[in-house]
């Protein structure tokens, strides 16, 4: 008989690894798979690199495409490649020999607890077993049935939180769940967790899309008896059903245990029974766990006994689910507290899951650009730590400012932010916590380029918008972030922009001047009416407001400069641009919204077109 193994060697002398073929093998290679046999010292080795085909032969070696470097055979790059007994090929510093060695009937082959590459894409294709076969259990009626042996497994439950708390990511809790499956249920030989993720439940759980594969899971981990001789494949009959109904599947052999038909759910000639349990909470969804074993010798196992088996399989998958849903809350709210208020957070936290989908709602948005960068940039071109550093005091004022005022971020792009309110939580007095939040944006820029800090040479412009959008979790089905969707962020946007041109530090539009009229009183804030334009791109007319802080000592409009400014703006819209010229000209060097309709004036030849509606129409964002 020929046992066969693939040896790596490294440039270290500790850097070995050996992987026993049996008669046929697929699995991964990488230097951290998900699933398969992990090659971890060598960085020129992809995380995931290769995968391993061996028919029982011949030693089958294919590159994944997002594979960095090829591998070397008989000193020639490849992508692919065939490795006979004896053969060799390097990937990187690392060399993998193909060894054979003479092994005597009977000496049985052994396989570590814990080892899974032997079951990768390994399950068994039984589209032909019966249906019937099958026993569907659900929850309340296993629990009727005595555990096989209580004393034994809830002294294991009660060590799983230790145990689980050990384990760091998903392929560390399946290691330990299948030991811990193995070690308490006396008859089972094997065990596998095995994960789908969230496309693959898709095409199981709808019939009318195809293409669900049982064979290739997003994750499988194994442990099998060391004595144990055959090859374990789970049926993917099985976990189908486990995974479709959310009910626990099992399959006793019984008196056909030695018969061909044996072998339609688990191949093994020694295996007699098998069970799989779904993991049925939200944080686990595609997750089971499988386990197969066999009788004693002279008797089957009885199926009181696996009934009782299996009711202590499904509490560990009901604790796993219950822990796990846990640590996805506390990761979700460690990430999400970057970007939402403690308020907010508490309001997310609080509702059912699925509570980030996306929803159409009445939404602020609130766009903040610094200004001087690129000034700032040509002054510290040789010392872009200290760029590095005033920018990121500058975003973290623009945050703070959205954060403090219950907004939620949804974005930084460069040296700017975009914040939104109204998602998850609905405000009465709609936009106005966002221009609460520019005024204390702009204040704090401003109070610190005075005294000489990292925000020295930068202003800020901001634009708010409110209206319909949609919010919540946008992006792909791999990858999604919190953000804002709709005609509304683009005004957002477009107002920020305008705020260059009209030399205004915060431009709003029409809808939330409404709201701050209505709801902010004058002592806190002042408005007033800037010009009505068609941006760049743009059909429909936008009226642009300014946001002004209450007090003239903290803005460089008084009143005074309202009250001409807006006699001034009504004779432009009026058509009388001459009386418009007299009135504006006054605040021509002070105020750069004057200056900017005088500029437009002047563009038109200082004359209102015939067809003039009031609203201007620019060449540039």
């Known amino acids: 008989?020929?046992?066969?193994?693939?040896?790596?060697?490294?440039?270290?002398?500790?850097?070995?690894?050996?992987?026993?073929?049996?008669?046929?093998?697929?699995?991964?290679?990488?230097?951290?798979?998900?699933?398969?046999?992990?090659?971890?010292?060598?960085?020129?080795?992809?995380?995931?690199?290769?995968?391993?085909?061996?028919?029982?032969?011949?030693?089958?070696?294919?590159?994944?495409?997002?594979?960095?470097?090829?591998?070397?055979?008989?000193?020639?790059?490849?992508?692919?490649?065939?490795?006979?007994?004896?053969?060799?090929?390097?990937?990187?510093?690392?060399?993998?020999?193909?060894?054979?060695?003479?092994?005597?009937?009977?000496?049985?082959?052994?396989?570590?607890?814990?080892?899974?590459?032997?079951?990768?894409?390994?399950?068994?294709?039984?589209?032909?077993?019966?249906?019937?076969?099958?026993?569907?259990?659900?929850?309340?009626?296993?629990?009727?049935?005595?555990?096989?042996?209580?004393?034994?497994?809830m002294e294991m439950l009660a060590r799983l939180p230790d145990l689980i708390s050990a384990s760091t990511t998903d392929e560390d809790l399946g290691s330990l769940l299948v030991d811990l499956l193995l070690e308490t249920i006396p008859s089972a030989v094997a065990t596998a967790v095995i994960r789908y993720d969230d496309d693959q439940l898709v095409s199981l759980k709808t019939p009318e899309v195809s293409g669900f594969d049982a064979t290739r899971p997003a994750?499988?981990?194994?442990?099998?008896?060391?004595?144990?001789?055959?090859?374990?494949?789970?049926?993917?009959?099985?976990?189908?059903?486990?995974?479709?109904?959310?009910?626990?599947?099992?399959?006793?052999?019984?008196?056909?245990?030695?018969?061909?038909?044996?072998?339609?759910?688990?191949?093994?000639?020694?295996?007699?029974?098998?069970?799989?349990?779904?993991?049925?909470?939200?944080?686990?969804?595609?997750?089971?766990?499988?386990?197969?074993?066999?009788?004693?010798?002279g008797a089957l196992v009885s199926e009181d006994v696996l009934k009782g088996d299996l009711r202590f399989t499904e509490l560990v998958a009901r604790f796993i689910g219950s822990i796990r849903q846990v640590r996805v809350l506390e990761e979700q709210k460690t990430q999400l507290s970057s970007f939402f208020s403690p308020s907010v957070m508490?309001?997310?936290?609080?509702?059912?899951?699925?509570?980030?989908?996306?929803?159409?709602?009445?939404?602020?948005?609130?766009?903040?650009?610094?200004?001087?960068?690129?000034?700032?940039?040509?002054?510290?071109?040789?010392?872009?730590?200290?760029?590095?550093?005033?920018?990121?005091?500058?975003?973290?004022?623009?945050?703070?400012?959205?954060?403090?005022?219950?907004?939620?971020?949804?974005?930084?792009?460069?040296?700017?932010?975009?914040?939104?309110?109204?998602?998850?939580?609905?405000?009465?007095?709609?936009?106005?916590?966002?221009?609460?939040?520019a005024l204390n944006i702009l204040r704090n820029f401003s109070n610190e380029s005075q005294h000489g800090g990292l925000l020295d040479g930068f202003s800020v412009g901001i634009g708010i918008a409110h209206g319909e959008a949609i919010a919540g979790e946008i992006g792909t089905e791999k990858q999604a972030k919190i953000g804002v969707f709709g005609p509304v962020v683009n005004q957002g946007a477009r107002l920020e922009g305008l705020s260059k041109q009209l030399g205004a530090s915060i431009c709003m539009d029409d809808a939330t001047a409404t709201f701050v009229r209505r709801f902010v009183p004058e002592s806190e804030a002042r408005t007033r009416r800037l010009v009505r334009v068609r941006p760049a791109g743009m059909e429909t007319p936008v009226t642009v407001h300014q946001l002004l802080f209450p007090d003239e000592r903290e803005s460089s409009v008084s009143d005074n400069l309202l009250r001409g400014y807006q006699d001034g703006l009504e004779a432009v819209v009026d058509g009388a641009w001459s009386e418009a010229r007299c009135l504006l000209e006054l605040f021509r060097e002070t105020d750069g919204a004057s200056a900017f309709l005088l500029r437009q004036m002047e563009t038109l030849g200082n004359r209102a077109p015939e067809d003039w509606d009031g609203a201007f129409s620019l060449c540039r964002k």
């Open 1 to 153: 008989m020929m046992a066969v193994e693939l040896q790596a060697s490294g440039l270290d002398q500790g850097q070995q690894a050996r992987l026993p073929l049996g008669d046929e093998l697929m699995l991964r290679l990488g230097r951290n798979p998900v699933s398969g046999w992990t090659v971890g010292w060598d960085r020129q080795i992809s995380r995931e690199h290769a995968d391993l085909e061996w028919s029982g032969e011949r030693l089958t070696v294919r590159c994944l495409e997002r594979a960095t470097n090829p591998l070397l055979v008989g000193g020639e790059a490849a992508r692919n490649a065939v490795i006979g007994i004896g053969g060799e090929f390097r990937i990187g510093e690392t060399v993998f020999r193909l060894v054979g060695e003479k092994k005597s009937r009977e000496t049985p082959a052994k396989r570590p607890s814990g080892a899974s590459a032997s079951a990768q894409l390994d399950l068994r294709d039984d589209a032909n077993d019966r249906a019937d076969d099958l026993q569907s259990f659900r929850s309340e009626e296993l629990r009727q049935v005595e555990f096989s042996d209580p004393v034994r497994q």
């Open 346 to 437: 508490d309001s997310l936290m609080g509702q059912r899951s699925g509570s980030l989908e996306p929803s159409q709602q009445q939404i602020s948005v609130l766009f903040c650009d610094v200004r001087g960068f690129s000034r700032k940039s040509e002054l510290l071109q040789h010392d872009l730590l200290q760029l590095l550093a005033s920018v990121k005091q500058a975003l973290g004022v623009m945050a703070n400012g959205i954060l403090e005022h219950d907004g939620a971020i949804a974005d930084f792009q460069g040296d700017a932010a975009l914040g939104f309110w109204g998602w998850p939580m609905s405000l009465e007095e709609g936009p106005v916590s966002a221009c609460r939040a």
């Open 219 to 297: 994750m499988m981990r194994v442990a099998t008896r060391e004595d144990f001789e055959g090859r374990f494949r789970p049926s993917r009959r099985m976990i189908s059903r486990g995974l479709r109904t959310g009910q626990s599947v099992m399959h006793l052999w019984g008196d056909d245990a030695g018969s061909e038909d044996a072998g339609q759910f688990t191949i093994s000639g020694s295996l007699d029974w098998a069970f799989c349990t779904p993991v049925r909470l939200k944080s686990c969804d595609g997750w089971c766990l499988y386990v197969s074993g066999e009788s004693g010798e």
